[in-house]
């Protein structure tokens, strides 16, 4: 992985909204097409599901969903549970960001 991913994925854990904002466009535009890096971020994403910052729980969301493009082994369908957990968050922002990002998983399956 590049170092510049790797300082965008450090950058999401900022409690400063714009440098984590700024890692979020970085990280969306750089999952526009498959990377060979999902697999070494996807277990912390995955832990940050459960995170109780909301901030950290909507975008490990959104990113899991955006990388299943980049998921040969469609590991994203064993997450699927947590991923709907998140969609019923008690943040209604964190849900809906999330419930808008859970079609990817579909489209890529279906694709495959």
């Not at 697999?39 to 959104?62: C, F, G, M, N, W």
Request: with cysteine; aromatic share 8%; charged share 30%.
């Amino acid at each position: 992985m590049e170092n510049n991913i790797r300082s965008y994925f450090v950058n999401l854990q900022s409690q400063d909204k714009n440098v984590r904002y700024e890692a979020y466009i970085h990280l969306l535009n750089a999952t526009e097409e498959k990377v060979d890096w999902a697999y070494e971020v996807r277990d912390d994403l995955k832990k940050d599901l459960t995170h109780p910052d909301h901030h950290r729980r909507s975008i490990a969301a959104q990113l899991l969903c955006i990388l299943s493009k980049s998921d040969p082994e469609n590991r994203i369908l064993n997450d699927f549970a947590d991923l709907m957990a998140v969609t019923k968050d008690k943040q209604f922002v964190t849900a809906r960001h999330s419930l808008q990002s859970i079609w990817k998983i579909g489209e890529i399956c279906m694709m495959k």
